[in-house]
């Protein structure tokens, strides 16, 4: 996909603040009481009470999911070009075996991690 020169420094930027606002509105509510304490104590972080840190960890999540997906879509063929050069040993043109197996078990891992965790959750 061809996107001009801007687009991609520019959508790194934005990604880089939604994820600093993730992260920071995250640890907000990471430490934040519970709802009717916050509510009675006028708790605040930064200024902010703990529904707009709510608000503002779920919006900037949407933009993140948005973000990303587009970040991906525009990135598509280098990170399938990367992939080929991490699977094939390009001297020899041969497969390698130990990188792949290396992904697959991590893919796996990873996976099967997500899927027995969401089990043992019920």
Known sequence: ???????KPTLDLLLLFDFIIEALSGIALYIAPNGRIAREE?????????????????YFGFAMV????????????PMLCMLRNIVTNRKERKVNWRATATLTALSVLFVGGGIIYALLRG
Do not use: Q
Not at 1 to 7: D, I, K, S
Not at 44 to 57: I, Q, R, S
Not at 66 to 77: D, E, G, S
């Open 42 to 58: 006028l708790w605040t972080f930064l200024g902010l009470d703990k529904e707009a840190w709510e608000g503002l960890h779920i």
């Open 66 to 77: 948005a973000l990303v997906a587009l970040h991906l879509i525009i990135n598509f063929n």
């Open 1 to 7: 996909m061809r996107v001009p020169r801007w687009f």
